[in-house]
């Protein structure tokens, strides 16, 4: 009787899944592939690759579209132009991004590497999903300049495009999401997890640190991991790190929130490649990793929502900004940070422009 | 025996399984539509784009150069209180007063029976807001204008009602334009709140009673007042706030636009 049941239970479920079978179309067209790869090293992703896994057509529309300059108004900024890959995907040299005409805009340029981890994008996390992020420099009157509407149009009455949607997508139809998703793919396997801190980490050959480096990365996680967490050393959140306010007087994160309690808070950058990504902060103020930790050590200021782990008690009572350092302190952090760079990253050809 | 059993136990199990998956596909009672349709006025006027120029609560003239805005989420309300919810994922709209077939549509697929009223959201619902792309197409492609920049690209999120236009009361050095666009759909940010202007209305049908039934087709007339948009809760000025977008003040605004539409007639077709 038990063995009936389960039989029964077991025909039952088959039936579910043939009459299933029958009421959808089976349309295979593009098998994924081992594109996006997760190092043994990190975390969980957070983007939902399920509902978007990269495809080798998909990662190739991906690609055309980032190098191409038809996605702003006039043809003469693609994506590359403030992520070029030599520097982690930044703006080299420029503390704030320059865009069309010559505009420049206010904010630095963050590195795009490793965004199947990031949550809440750009410096104050206006925009909530990966696949969101082109329409902003898109639309951005000093970047692009250019209406995503107008983008597609374009890319519709191309040579080049129907055919590569077709190959990725199943047939030649063009629009918002699928434009914006194939952008995503090729994003998403813009992986870097191969620095010599990660070979290190994962006892691989090659995986070596020095005595400085070694101590470098103990005073790192001692001094620097409340916010640059984990294995993508950053906790993801927004913080205020006491710079200085001046020139745009940048609210960061309050302009998307309206919420007080954000006024002056940026995201926590990663520091995957930070040798290449200078120069730093939101707008780019400081040009050498020794300017930055020069800050932390003597000049965060005691500005509004100035974050907590910035502001340290002694066993005297008083508040010490900022973050103890000596300056050999200083140099070792420098050091272990370099060995974040990931030069197979830097110059795989899979992300490099033909 | 045994056997025949078996096979009795895999037609009925292959029955129940095309049954359940094709669900959707099987009529089981009698199901209608309903179409809406949004009437854009200024008080007792028509509106009329650029051309006319009106007056607001506050004795300010101006002239509506663009007026659209987002309603979704469909309830039918019963005699009896009872309600039936539509789907949501098919029901989005974009009213634009600029594209009149904007302006009707028809919602499809509600049970057959008495409703004396409907209730909807103005604006995208925070799950639709925080959705993935895919589940975003037509009037939501954030991507896809057919609804020109109804879409905050730096602040992910969808205006829900965009009032622009030109007003003397507006700075010169504005040109004497003035613009809302309101939206905000509350959150999204690690569980901190952040302005919500969702906004919900319920308009009763004034005592009348559409009817749907596979024959029957009513039609709703609506009537949507760019003046209650000036004046509800809070009285609007254009001379002190002639450009409002995302910030503390717009929920005001949203406060005042839950007051605009209205039930004006309805047809039985």
């Not at chain 1, 420099?137 to 040579?159: C, F, G, H, Q």
């Not at chain 1, 993508?232 to 609210?251: A, M, V, W």
Request: glycine residues 8%; contains cysteine; negative net charge.
């Amino acid at each position: 009787m038990n063995m009936r049941m389960n039989l029964k239970r077991g025909l039952g479920g088959a039936g579910l899944v043939l009459g299933l079978m029958a009421c959808h179309s089976t349309d295979q067209e593009a098998q994924p592939e081992q594109l996006f790869q997760q190092p043994a090293n990190f975390p969980q992703p957070i983007y939902a690759l399920d509902q978007n896994r990269p495809t080798v057509a998909g990662v190739a529309l991906g690609k055309a579209l980032f190098y191409d300059g038809i996605l702003s108004r006039d043809g003469s900024i693609s994506c590359a132009e403030c992520h070029n890959q030599a520097y982690a995907f930044t703006h080299h040299q420029h503390d704030v991004s320059h865009g069309i005409d010559n505009q420049v805009g206010t904010r630095n340029a963050l590195p795009i590497q490793n965004l199947a981890w990031a949550s809440d994008f750009f410096w104050d996390g206006g925009v909530h999903s990966l696949d969101l992020v082109p329409i902003a420099p898109i639309e951005n009157p000093v970047e692009m300049d250019e209406k995503t509407t107008n983008v597609i149009s374009k890319l519709r009455a191309s040579a080049r495009y129907p055919s590569l949607f077709k190959a990725a997508f199943g047939s030649d139809e063009i629009n918002g999401p699928r434009f914006l998703q194939a952008l995503s793919q090729f994003m998403l396997t813009m992986v870097s997890g191969n620095s010599r801190y990660d070979k290190w980490v994962r006892k691989e050959p090659g995986g070596t640190l020095t005595d400085d480096e070694q101590a470098g990365l103990t005073a790192f996680r001692t001094k620097c991991s409340g916010c640059h967490t984990g294995e993508l050393f950053t906790d993801n959140r927004f913080r205020n790190n006491g710079l200085f306010i001046q020139g745009s007087k940048d609210e960061g994160r309050a302009h998307v929130t309206e919420l007080p309690e954000d006024r002056y808070t940026f995201k926590v950058p990663s520091l995957r490649n930070v040798e290449k990504t200078l120069p730093y902060m939101h707008d780019g103020r400081f040009y050498s990793l020794e300017a930055v930790l020069d800050h932390y050590a003597e000049n965060v200021q005691r500005t509004e929502n100035l974050d907590p782990l910035l502001m340290q008690t002694d066993k005297s009572g008083q508040v010490r900004l900022g973050i103890a350092l000596t300056a050999d302190e200083k140099r070792q952090i420098i050091a272990f940070l370099k060995t974040l760079t990931d030069d197979q990253f830097l110059r795989d050809p899979r992300f490099a422009v033909q | 025996m045994r056997s025949r059993l078996l096979l009795l136990f895999i037609l009925v199990s292959l029955g129940v399984g095309a049954f359940l998956a094709c669900q959707n596909e099987v009529g089981t009672a009698e199901t209608g539509s309903l179409t809406l349709r949004f009437d854009n006025v200024v008080g007792n006027q028509d509106l009329a784009l650029g051309t006319v120029t009106y007056q607001n609560a506050a004795g300010e003239p101006f002239t509506v150069t663009k007026f659209n805005y987002f309603v979704s989420n469909f309830r039918l309300i019963k005699a009896d209180g009872t309600d039936y919810v539509l789907p949501q994922a098919n029901n989005y709209f974009l009213i634009q007063e600029d594209k009149p077939a904007s302006q009707s549509f028809t919602l499809t697929g509600i049970p057959g029976g008495m409703y004396t009223g409907i209730s909807f959201l103005i604006g995208v619902d925070s799950l639709r807001s925080l959705a993935d792309i895919s589940q975003r197409t037509g009037v939501l492609d954030p991507g896809l204008g057919t609804h020109e920049a109804m879409y905050w690209e730096w602040n992910s999120g969808y205006i829900f009602l965009k009032l622009e236009g030109t007003s003397a009361a507006a700075p010169a050095s504005q040109n004497n334009l003035f613009f809302y666009h309101i939206g905000g759909f509350g959150g999204g940010y690690n569980g901190k709140k952040t302005i919500n202007n969702l906004r919900t209305v319920t308009i009763p049908f004034n005592g009348n009673t559409a009817q749907i039934a596979a024959s029957n087709k009513p039609r709703i007339n609506l009537i949507a007042d760019v003046l209650n948009v000036f004046n509800g809760s809070t009285t609007l000025r254009i001379a002190q706030h002639s450009s409002v977008m995302f910030e503390d003040y717009s929920t005001n605004i949203a406060n005042n636009y839950t007051g605009m539409i209205r039930y004006k007639d309805m047809q039985n077709q």
